[in-house]
């Protein structure tokens, strides 16, 4: 009787000590669904959402506490693939937060005009303006996501988004379009 006793205690041991050593060795960081969704997002920080960012609006979607149709830059495509990682229902997009372009945007500023005031450059989440106060600024195009964020800040209107110019190397097929069911007679020569 001892002997079971003993048996089964070192087989608990051991299988706790086993646990404890997967439990820290294969411990996960976050929520990977978090990441998931933040991958699909558009990374563009523009806060149209109503969220500081991609990733915040990311936690929100996962916890349930924001809809998967307030990211106007993702458009119904972002839309479409977050219904499909979620396993939920494809929504409209939420005319809340905005439109979205089929043509993206990139700023450009007036370096005439511009006064050097640095408050676009406050407003850009993805620190795409370089510039210093009272001197020009310029838009590093690369880097710029077209959110629009600069605009509203700048007092002597020198701000304009236009569109980016397509290249072969950014040039797309456009989608194929759905074919009709079209009522067409079949001649039968005899």
Known sequence: MIIAIVTISLMAALFGLILGYAAIRFRVEGNPIVDQIDALLPQTQCGQCT?????????????????????????????????????????????????????PLV???????????TLCIQACPVDAILG????????????????????????????????????????????????EPQAAEIHTDA
Not at 107 to 117: F, H, K, L, P, S
Request: glycine share 8%; with cysteine; hydrophobic share 40%.
């Open 132 to 179: 210093s106060a009272k001197h020009m600024h310029t838009v590093i195009a690369d880097e710029c996501t077209g959110c629009k964020l600069c605009l509203p800040p700048c007092p002597v209107d020198c701000i304009d988004m236009v569109p980016i110019p397509q290249t072969i190397d950014d040039w797309k097929w456009a989608p194929p379009r759905t074919l």
């Open 51 to 103: 969220f500081p960012g991609c990733r915040p609006y990311a936690e929100a979607i996962a916890n349930g506490e924001a809809a998967i149709n307030q990211c106007p830059p993702g458009g119904q495509a972002t839309i479409v693939a977050l219904a499909g990682l979620l396993d939920t229902e494809v929504l409209e997009l939420n005319a809340e937060h905005g439109e979205h372009l089929d043509v």
């Open 107 to 117: 700023a450009i500023i007036d370096e005439q005009t511009c006064i050097g005031c």
